[in-house]
């Protein structure tokens, strides 16, 4: 079973084409071949559900000139230029200068080859995609302009490229989701945990989202009405989704009780119309509320809902965490998924380190069925309840820690290993068993080094490189430890 998405993942991307004018009088049809090429790339943006916005053949600097307050008016995410034959630098100066959108040049030949016993100039003009990269990166350095990226390649057939052109659809979904997301942030900061201290403006200021600030009070008004048809779907969704096994080692754990499941349900429906409420993307929380109290019923039940919600697309935080909130945000706007999670037990005869949390964690990257135990406490925190249990898949994985720098600005540290098979304690809590190569000692103590936040976001695959443009673009210092 897999959780559907609460919200569609959306992005505008502009494309324009460049061409030299000179041409089209000289070459009959050679403008309208072009013009067919740019069109089946932004057919091929559009297959990753982008909302392609189209430019056109900007061959001159006055095309150049006109298209440039259409761009800014355009609101986008990202700008492909895409680079059908040779043009002058003059199609791109006004864009660079006065266009502040991150751009990837597209270099897509439609030949593997040309034919060059019969070639002609016709056909290379046609197949001459790569000719003005180089004038192109001149004029960006020039003007100190950032070009992000160049997808070079052919324009069928080449797995590289339509890697490239994915992963960069996938980081306008990021970047669009980051200049639009409303996170909650609802209680306080556990005492003992100074790493988890967040400048909401720096947030703000860095990645474009709007932090909400909310109160328990704003679930436990929806946990107040009590909807038994609710409350039922939604006992009927959760024990669909995880099995409830018997305990197995752990004295804290039993099998989901009939009040835990019922809690866990009620919570679960008043959290999802308390986000609906505040229009939220994402929630980072902490708050533990007086014993016997409804509110900390609510605020010490939220895992089951959380993790429901995370694998739906909207992250969840516990410890009151935003800034891994929005590492699992980009994780999952990437497609990879992203769990809470936090270094575990090392386990010296395997070489891994058990990779986990206590939730919240996006259930579809789990490694079969996930789990629900109830917990007669929780470790270190106060209240009991339901708790979630499951592997990540087996396979390569990456992970994301959102670190505080000495003057307040952020840093991200990255790094990429593999999830391996293998026993996880039966605790109500998920962990995978995390490979690093064979130097575990050192890689651990490299990440510690590299000073990270110690949550993280942990995705299914590699994808540290799409990352690392992510921080490019939004002037994140990235540290990537192997």
């Known amino acids: 079973m897999k959780i559907e998405r609460r919200k569609p993942l959306v992005s505008r991307i502009g494309v324009f084409g460049v061409g030299h004018r000179n041409y089209w009088a000289q070459f009959p049809g050679l403008l309208e071949e072009l013009e067919e090429k740019l069109e089946y790339f932004c ?8 909302e392609v916005v189209r430019f056109g053949m900007i061959d001159d600097a006055m095309k150049a000139a006109e298209a440039v307050p259409k761009m800014r008016a355009a609101n986008l995410d990202l700008l492909f230029c895409d680079m059908v034959t040779y043009a002058s630098s003059a199609t791109i100066g006004r864009i660079f200068s006065q266009v502040d959108v991150p751009i990837v040049l597209v270099a897509l030949q439609p030949l593997r080859a040309m034919d060059y016993a019969h070639a002609s100039t016709y056909v290379q003009l046609c ?6 990269v180089p ?3 001149g004029v960006a350095s020039r003007m100190g302009r950032k070009v992000h990226d160049v997808i070079l390649g052919t324009l069928h057939d080449d797995p590289d490229a339509e890697k490239k052109i994915s992963q960069w659809c996938s980081i306008a979904n990021v970047l669009h989701d980051l200049k639009t997301a409303r ?3 609802m209680g306080h900061v556990l005492e003992a945990m100074l790493d988890m201290h967040t400048d909401p403006t720096a947030l703000s200021r860095t990645f474009g989202i709007h932090v909400v600030q909310c109160e328990p009070e704003d679930i436990e008004r929806f946990y107040e009405e009590k909807d038994s048809d609710e409350i039922d779907a939604k006992k009927r ?6 099995d409830t096994p018997d305990p197995v080692s752990d004295p804290l754990t039993t099998k989901l009780t009939d009040d835990d499941l019922h809690v866990a349900a009620r919570v679960a429906v008043a959290l999802e119309k308390f986000i609906d409420a505040k229009k939220l993307d994402g929630l980072a929380y902490y708050y533990e509320g ?29 410890e009151f965490d935003i800034k891994t909130c929005l590492a699992m945000l980009i994780f999952d706007r990437l497609g990879i998924g992203g769990s809470f999670a936090e270094f575990h037990p090392l386990d010296f005869e395997r070489n891994t380190i058990l990779v986990g949390h206590d939730g919240p964690h996006h259930l579809n990257i789990a490694d079969g069925k996930p789990v629900i135990r109830s917990l007669k406490k929780y470790h270190g925190k106060p209240g009991r ?17 959102i670190g505080v720098k000495e003057d307040g600005g952020f840093r991200f540290v990255l790094a990429e290993g593999e999830s391996k098979d293998g026993p996880i304690p039966p605790t109500g809590n998920t962990n995978t068993h995390g490979f690093f190569g064979d130097d575990l000692r050192g890689f651990l103590l490299r990440w510690v080094m590299a000073g990270p936040t110690h949550h993280f976001a942990l995705g299914i695959g590699h994808h540290a490189e799409a990352i690392e443009k992510i921080a490019d673009i939004l002037g994140i210092e990235c540290v990537r430890v192997k």
């Open 135 to 137: 004038e192109f990166l």
């Open 237 to 242: 969704q959760i024990l669909e989704f995880f």
């Open 183 to 185: 996170i909650g942030h």
């Open 385 to 401: 309840g339901a708790s979630v249990e499951f592997k990540i898949k087996v396979g390569p994985i990456t992970m994301l820690s």
């Open 127 to 132: 197949n001459d995609d790569f000719c003005a």
């Open 290 to 318: 007086t014993e016997g109290t409804a509110k900390r019923e609510v605020m010490t039940n939220l895992i089951v809902g959380n993790s429901l919600l995370t694998a739906a697309g909207f992250p969840m935080c516990g």
């Open 43 to 50: 057919g091929r943006v559009e297959k990753e559900g982008a």
